[in-house]
């Protein structure tokens, strides 16, 4: 048998607390109590004892007092899904770049030989072809939709004819001609102005500006999150400062209750009341600690990292108190500054964009073309490109072509599944309009509500606290009994708890509504959205 199983067994004489079936040790009814007493007591030491170690021995580290302004630079640093979220606005961005550079020069080589032989007719001889090209050309498509290009091509050839009836070819003609073409090919219909052609650009951009929005609006949340966590975290501290003062009083009450006892002031079941109270509150105590230690937990997860935040805690300082404005004033900010509202007034950017060019492809066609070509031709290279370049022999084309379909029911179903876009677009914005409009004045309630809470939980306090003195007053004058001592503690207690709630209730509240503003964000991470 333990030492601890002894204590909690034996009674003052030493003897054993129950006695045997033969009859023996039979003790009475004061050391029973005595011992009923005492073994509550050491349970409740021992549940400490065996409790306490396990929550401090769960994460080694040494404890750590977190600031607000470190909780937010460790968001934005470590946090994956903010990661994610700066991903996707790098990836618009680069999008954005992608489309910028639709209309680049193009540089184009190539080069080829040829040889054909053909029968001559009437005869058994053929005649032949023998051709090497090369050539060159940049073009360009411009934002207007128009396609240049120029183009410089030199050729050898060579003639000759061959018989089967004897070992011998005619070598009939060499020479070099050399070609310099510009063409221009103009659409007027499908494919006409900058409108059509740098649609895609414009819409990346409003996709990079959609997903910077969306950045700041998951940013938001999440620092909204994170100070939530911390001022729960801190209402958990405090609550352990409670529960700690509670139990430091029934501790020293029940020692001066058992003083009573052995001076014969006070009976075995009154002091028993004492001991049951410390019981209580040692286990309030280690479900207040229990729960600070899940309150840091959940903030180490919110920040992204969980595994250092086993011994975070928070200063003392309460927050301060915040002067609601009025409605009108924060629906009016709301609907100007909401991340969630930016977010959606982009999608209808972008739906409108895409309603410009909606069935573009589906239009008729009706392009321009047009090319000069300057030629020259002799026996030897050089002067077939001096003549080239005199514009001795120069060729010019300009045609028209249209081409359209004889059905238009593409044509209309694509803009009218644009129009669709829009006004789905539009319908989503009105709905978080009046979401926001709901939730804010919600908001302000909870928080005009917490208000309320927090200055009558203080006035309980007040008269909680004066009853509790008049209690233990009246006890030590023996006109109160120990439950009247404890019942009046106790509402001391579940004030100063229901005070500290309100504390909380009442910040979280102005942090959904500064969230909701936009103001939060500006205040905490100004830059949030920005290249990172």
């Not at 994610?84 to 954005?96: C, D, H, M, P, W």
């Not at 309150?295 to 003392?316: C, I, K, M, N």
């Not at 404005?325 to 009016?332: E, G, Y």
């Not at 914005?429 to 909870?446: E, F, G, I, K, Y």
Request: positive net charge; charged residues 20%.
């Amino acid at each position: 048998m333990s030492r601890l199983q002894a204590a909690m067994l034996a009674d003052r004489s030493g003897r054993p607390a129950c006695a045997s079936y033969d009859g023996t040790a039979i003790p009475s009814r004061r050391s029973t109590r005595r011992a009923c007493g005492r073994y509550c007591s050491m349970l409740a030491l021992g549940l400490a004892l065996l409790a306490i170690p396990s929550l401090g021995l769960a994460q080694s580290g040494s404890a750590r007092v977190v600031t607000r302004d470190w909780l937010v630079s460790t968001l934005l640093a470590r946090s994956p899904a903010l990661n994610v979220s700066a991903l996707e606005v790098a990836q618009a961005r680069e999008g954005t770049r992608l489309q910028a550079g639709q209309f680049p020069y193009t540089f184009e080589a190539d080069a080829g030989y040829t040889r054909r032989r053909t029968p001559v007719l009437g005869t058994s001889a053929t005649s032949g072809n023998d051709s090497y090209v090369v050539g060159a050309q940049i073009s360009r498509t411009y934002p207007s939709g128009t396609t240049a290009t120029i183009r410089a091509e030199g050729e050898r050839f060579s003639s000759s004819r061959a018989s089967t009836s004897a070992a011998f070819t005619n070598q009939l003609g060499q020479g070099y001609q050399a070609t310099l073409r510009a063409t221009v090919n103009q659409p007027l219909l499908q494919g006409y102005g900058a409108t059509v052609n740098e649609a895609g650009w414009r819409a990346a951009k409003i996709n990079e500006e959609r997903a910077r929005k969306a950045y700041r609006r998951d940013t938001s949340e999440a620092v909204r999150d994170v100070l939530s966590a911390y001022w729960e975290l801190w209402y958990a501290g405090r609550a352990i400062e409670v529960q700690e003062d509670a139990l430091d009083l029934a501790t020293a009450q029940q020692r001066d209750a058992d003083a009573r006892v052995e001076r014969g002031a006070m009976s075995p079941a009154d002091a028993l009341k004492f001991r049951t109270q410390v019981a209580t509150l040692t286990e309030s105590l280690l479900n207040a600690k229990a729960n600070e230690t899940e309150q840091a937990l959940e903030l180490g997860r919110l920040v992204g990292t969980p595994e250092q935040a086993y011994h975070w805690h928070t200063d003392t300082t309460p927050p301060e108190a915040v002067t609601l404005p009025p409605r009108a004033q924060v629906l009016s900010k709301v609907l100007q500054q909401s991340p969630s509202i930016g977010e959606l007034e982009q999608a209808i950017r972008l739906a409108v964009e895409q309603r410009r060019t909606a069935g573009e492809q589906y239009r008729p066609t009706l392009d321009v073309q047009g090319w000069v070509e300057a030629n020259g031709l002799d026996t030897r290279p050089a002067p077939a490109v001096g003549q080239v370049g005199r514009l001795g022999a120069v060729s010019v084309f300009g045609g028209v072509t249209y081409q359209t379909t004889l059905d238009t029911q593409r044509l209309r179903a694509a803009r009218a599944q644009a129009d669709y876009q829009i006004q789905i677009a539009r319908g989503n914005l009105d709905t978080v309009v009046q979401q926001l409009q709901s939730s804010v004045s919600q908001m302000l309630l909870a928080a005009e509500q917490a208000n309320v809470s927090y200055e009558a939980a203080n006035k309980t306090l007040e008269v909680a606290t004066q009853q509790a003195q008049n209690e233990r007053q009246r006890f030590v004058l023996g006109a109160a009994t120990p439950l009247d001592v404890q019942v009046a503690e106790d509402a001391v207690r579940q004030a100063q708890l229901r005070v500290l709630r309100a504390t909380v209730d009442r910040v979280r509240a102005w942090l959904n509504l500064s969230h909701q503003t936009g103001e939060l964000l500006a205040r905490h991470a100004p830059n949030a959205g920005a290249d990172r």
